[in-house]
Nanobody, 121 residues
Framework: QVQLVESGGGLVQPGGSRRLSCTAS????????MGWYRQIPGKERELVAL???????HYADSVKGRFTISTDNAKNTVYLQMKSLKPEDTAVYYC???????????????WGQGTQVTVSS
């Protein structure tokens, strides 16, 4: 089985920075995509940033130029560097990983437990 462990959430002042980390462990053949989503109570979970195995990255318009996603494939880890944080970035951030468990397997999707990021003075 695959587990995702997130870290890095917390309280940060407006304009500040924070880095989230998510590490996948278990029997993994190959990673497909690694990304971050966020959710505010009462709203749907939304994509924040995504990194593909081919090296492409995608960002929500609301975070472009402020957030950067990066991966360390040797460590099965994805990072989200967040800068110039705004109160509206406050949310629970979830790591999402799509991967192949073994050669020829279908894609499997996994979610982290979520980490709270609160932007407030």
């Amino acid at each position: 089985q695959v587990q995702l462990v997130e870290s890095g959430g917390g309280l940060v002042q407006p304009g500040g920075s924070r880095r989230l980390s998510c590490t996948a462990s278990g029997s993994i053949f190959r990673l497909n995509t690694m990304g971050w989503y966020r959710q505010i109570p009462g709203k749907e979970r939304e994509l924040v940033a995504l990194a593909t195995s081919g090296g492409s990255t995608h960002y929500a318009d609301s975070v472009k130029g402020r957030f950067t996603i990066s991966t360390d494939n040797a460590k099965n880890t994805v990072y989200l560097q967040m800068k110039s944080l705004k109160p509206e970035d406050t949310a629970v951030y979830y790591c999402n990983v799509n991967l192949f468990l073994y050669y020829g397997s279908a894609n499997s999707a996994y979610w982290g437990q979520g980490t709270q990021v609160t932007v407030s003075s």
